[in-house]
């Protein structure tokens, strides 16, 4: 079976894991006033966090139908089929353009487009799901009913520096009973049923990391666990650590850089965890 | 370029051409990019995020593009101009908007077809392509949008073209058409008319119909400015999405609300009537003549007034409610969803209600010194709260065994975490989740009572020694978990010492809670000197109002 894995940028999947999968990567386009960018590919991480430190402000829009049916057409030559997953419908119109986007395509192979219900690692680890099941030899339908039936196991929590980024990107949802109040705190948000709730309400950073190790631990042991970071990449070893000791073979948990898509909602000293629970 | 290459005309021409049709958008997409800051700022739907006329303008700038292209590259005739502009649209298309506008163009490709010339008839055709690409692109179709605007321009071509109407009239028709339509978004998409905005989709199909009726009537579209339809004062309407994000906030709330009545006299079924027109979520209990309800609503009042005619109004949850509307609703349940459990907390001062209502409180009981709570006090709260299980903060170790007398007298299930002092109460309500059940709230709060140390500086009545401190009435005293550590005539010095011997117990935060007695002057002058003391210590001041002392310190 030649089955063909897609995912989008949103998905921050790092790329060891993208190399070894063999996963296609369609990239959100992060805009800076009217100069547009490929999330990741003429816009790295490292510089968009410059110019957002620099005062400047992002956007972000979803690949253009037109994009994505022209991804499913290259790769549909020789493959039998492909899956395509994508950030939750409910925070952007991607899954919307991929879904149309498939239907535009001349050829038989088929397409599965999935509503992760994530962000970022969270759709790595479905992602991960997928891979292993094409690994495994699986055909189309078997693969996207594991990935369907693993959505359920995918818990994802972020611990911002701010709320301000997904409040501007309109992303915020319920996580607007955090906004502002007389006493200061680090939020921590959850995803679930594709939507951003609050969760946490750490007083320091410090704390805040202790939370996520805690949650990733109620919810030990793990099948996968990736750790992600906005810009402080150091404030992450505790995190890998304890969430080792959670994985079958004390596995290292994957290391994942928040892009400029996802940055562009959860801003900069964002930490989180992506968990694939039994 | 060539000589039937883009130019202005003098005259309205009777059919579409390839050319009239490059010339046709190439002055749509001029008025909609100078139209995009106004088009962002109305985006309030289906995601607030002001980027629905970047999008349009970038969809549009890729078919403008396009167009030239194709007519550089000598392509001039309206089936490969139109078949260029579907294409290039579906590339470009950016956002929601742009995926719309893009099956807009895929219409006018279809119903081009292989063309070289249409007429009023044909665009209808086009049009009604385009209303049916549209409306089956979106998943979930919604009117008051961009998708109403397209129905109504196609609705108005087919009038035309059963007319016999002239190009001209056609698009004079159209524009008036979809003013009109603009106009009544609100009407049918109740988002726009809370945020008080009409729909920016629609206003920018409305621009870009603009450019097409001026380029028809060979009217310039530099330099124009397109109203927005049935919007006042909207210049220096600069960012109407931050205005309504905290409207949204507060939206998703509204404020949940509780009144116990006696000698009601009037049929539960009545009021559970009466009531659900003033808000939704609507409970009505009642127990021999005592009545309580239960309501979702946004005027806190009007149910109030309501209440007062059916009886005595013996107590309602939101009596206390001193501190700002917006600053409340965060705190209270979200409209059509219950809690799982409630937190009801005994407070001393202004700015530590606040607090707590807003850590997600929706009971509060008034302590402090001389106004310590009665049993029926706490149980009167319990009986309002929302849900069937409470966590009770009691704040104060005297204020325990009334809550849990108060807890006998019940029927619901109430935990109480014993706290001691204000400080150890908020790092509970900080914990508090009212979607988490009764066992996990009590697990997560009896942690946080020990992870932080609470303190305290008051004023002396009496010459005393204790613990080995010797105070001299009217001098400041320190005190710290419970323990006199420190006397002094200032109260930087005592401030200073309370912190000094903690600086090498791993403290990060301290926030100091200024009490009634101090001004705000003097409390932001300590904050100053102390903060420049102890370095290694983030500080966070709040006004918190409580009359039992002069700051509330908590070290963590």
Redesign the interface.
Known sequence: MNIKIVVDSISDMPSELITKYGINVIPLLVRFGENEYKDGVDLTADKFYERVAAGEWPTTSVPSVGEFAELYERLSSGSDGIISIHVSSKLSGTYNSAVQGSGHIGSECPIEVVDSQQASMGIGMLALVAAKSVENGDDLPTVVSKVNSAIPKVQCFALLDTLEYLQRGGRIGKGAALVGGLLNFKPILKLSDGEVFPYARPRSRKKGIKKLIETATDFGPLQEAAVMYSTDSAETSGIIESLSNLTPDKVEPFLARMGPGLGTHAGPGSLGIALLTN | MSSSSLKTRNKPPSHITGIVLANMFLAAYELIHAHIELVNALNVFP?????TG??MA?TLKSVSSAIKESVNSGSTELDDISKAMG?AS???????S??IL?QFFKGISQGVGDKKSIGVEEWAICMERAKESAYS???NPTEGTMLTAIAEISRQANISSKNGDTLESLFNQTSIQIKETVKNTPQLLPILAEAEVVDAGAYGLDIIFEGLRRNIIGLSVTDVEIPVPGMKNYKGFTLP?KIF?SQ??NK??GFCVQVLISDNVTQADQIKKAVSQIGDSVVVINESSMLKIHAHVQRVEQLLEYAQTLGKVESHSVDDMDVQKE?FA?GYI?ANHPEMTSLISVVDGL?IK??FI??GACQIIDGGPNNSPSVSDILTKIELASSENIIFLPNDKNIILAGEQASKLTKKNVEIVPTQTLQQG?NCA??F?AENDLLKNKKLMFTAIKEIKSAEISTAYKNTTLHGVSVVAGEFVGISDGQLITSASTIDEVLYNLLDIEENNDV??V?LYWGADLLKEDSKEHYKVIRSKFQNI?F?L??GGQSHCIYMISM?
């Open positions: 995601v607030p995020d002001g980027d970047t999008n970038m294409k579906l590339m470009g298309a950016r956002g929601n742009g995926v893009s692109a979106v998943g999405n994000l949204s906030i998703n709330y600053e965060a979200k700015g606040q607090v807003e850590l908020i900080l914990e989740d990060e935060l926030t983030d966070e709040i006004d963590e």
